[in-house]
């Protein structure tokens, strides 16, 4: 299976489908919950899904309420603008790496396979692995490791790269481990590994900038009373979720009205939605997941 969809039900029960109305799969991947969105349209939806990986577009829905996209999600209202689209009922993602790029050891996603530094979610894209890793500055890396990995020897880590790279570059997956074994105590290696994965692949695929992009136009292409639902897989995704449903903004507070009331463009709906036990068991990588969900005022 390309992707096993997390929360699948809930996650498109968020969006409140009309069946007459318009919605954006912006994560589309292996198509679940593009799949699950057109089973409850009608015949006048329509169904808009980006996925920025080449990969993804093998598994297109031949379906005439369906465009697929090849573009990052940071471009929907572009994107959506280009095919006449200027607002929709409700807009769906699943953030974060599909089964399908964790599962091709060549994509090099996966702390399990040797592989070949690289990690891109577009493979059109110059910036890999290899160069995160071998040709950003001492400062640079750490920033990397200790803003999107939260590792505490970030600095350690970048330093010691950037030693053992004057003799060779770091080509794979393994000789990275090699170069940080000191860092990766038996019992915790796997949880150590993730996080140094995480980080880069967070600074190679630009996510947080993208993440940000993508939600500040989400606002705009909403009709009111449309919806959004977000399922989010790591503390840095789900913050910026979280602050910007309740605020709008990233940082600080919004401004108020003449009665001191915020403005704000979102209304939480429900609280914060996490797998079962038994979908956990069933699918072990939606053990991190969390959705939320929110509707335009």
């Known amino acids: 299976m390309y992707h096993n969809p997390v929360l699948l039900k809930e996650t498109v029960d968020g969006l409140n489908i009309k069946p007459d109305g318009v919605y954006v799969d912006v994560t589309f991947g292996g198509g679940g919950h593009s799949r699950e969105i057109l089973d409850r349209l009608g015949v006048n939806g329509r169904l808009y899904a980006f996925d920025q990986d080449l ?20 471009y929907v209202k572009r994107f959506l603008r280009f095919h006449g689209v200027k607002e929709v009922d409700g807009v769906l993602a699943d953030f974060g790496v599909s089964s399908h790029q964790f599962d091709v050891a060549e994509r ?62 770091i080509v794979t997956s393994e000789e990275l481990k090699a170069v940080l074994k ?83 463009p979102l209304k939480k709906i429900n609280g914060l939605i996490v797998p079962t036990k038994e979908e956990i068991k069933k699918n072990n990588r939606a053990r991190s997941a969390k959705l939320r969900i929110a509707e335009k005022l």
């Open 55 to 74: 990969d993804a577009l093998a598994n297109a829905i031949d379906d005439d309420r369906f465009v697929l996209i090849n573009e990052n999600f940071r």
């Open 182 to 264: 000191k860092f990766l105590p038996p019992r915790h290696e796997n949880k150590i590994l993730a996080q140094i994965y995480q980080a880069i692949r967070i600074e190679v695929n630009q996510e947080i900038e993208a993440l940000k992009e993508f939600l500040l136009q989400t606002p705009e292409i909403l009709k009111q009373g449309g919806r959004l639902s977000f399922i989010s897989y790591h503390s840095l995704e789900d913050r910026l979720v979280k602050r910007f449903i309740r605020n709008g903004l990233f940082e600080g507070e919004p401004e108020r009205d003449m009665f001191g009331n915020f403005e704000v």
């Open 108 to 169: 090099g996603f996966s702390t399990r396979f040797e592989a070949k530094l690289d990690m891109r979610m577009n493979q059109q894209n110059e910036l890999s692995a290899y160069h995160v890793v071998n040709e950003y500055d001492e400062e640079r890396l750490r920033l990397v490791f200790s803003q999107y990995g939260e590792l505490r020897p970030a600095a350690a880590m970048a330093r010691l790269i950037v030693e053992r790279r004057q003799d060779k570059p």
